[in-house]
Nanobody, 128 residues
Framework: VQLVESGGGLVQAGGSLRLSCAAS????????VGWFRQAPGKEREGVSC????????YYADSVKGRFTISTDNAKNTIYLQMNNLKPEDTAVYHC??????????????????????WGQGTQVTVSS
């Protein structure tokens, strides 16, 4: 499983960013895919996930109404559109996939099973 993120950067509060993740090495339709983030000194947080089998989605309460996850199955690419960004969204964002934790409600665990993986991450910094 290979996952390569792009699209992070520095943005002012209220701004938008779109993260992309190029996925390869697994059957896209059989996995749940999504994003988690980690800020210095804080625990890993499952941000958003989508099931490629039934298109169910999950969003952490902290991002509901502001972030949108989507996939392009033809390109094996996962996107995270982030609007109305806040300074507390500052973190390294990792794309993840999991063939075991496939229920989107298991999003906080995505990537950590023996059938999961995550990318190196992309930094998102939101200035106030």
């Amino acid at each position: 499983v290979q996952l390569v993120e792009s699209g992070g950067g520095l943005v002012q509060a209220g701004g938008s960013l779109r993260l992309s993740c190029a996925a390869s090495g697994f059957t896209f339709a059989d996995y749940a895919v999504g994003w988690f983030r980690q800020a210095p000194g804080k625990e890993r947080e499952g941000v958003s996930c989508i099931s490629n089998s039934d298109r169910a989605t999950y969003y952490a309460d902290s991002v509901k109404g502001r972030f949108t996850i989507s996939t392009d199955n033809a390109k094996n690419t996962i996107y995270l559109q982030m609007n109305n960004l806040k300074p507390e969204d500052t973190a390294v964002y990792h794309c993840a996939a999991d063939g075991y934790y496939t229920d989107v409600h298991e999003c906080p665990l995505i990537g950590i099973s023996d059938f999961g993986s995550w990318g190196q991450g992309t930094q998102v910094t939101v200035s106030s």
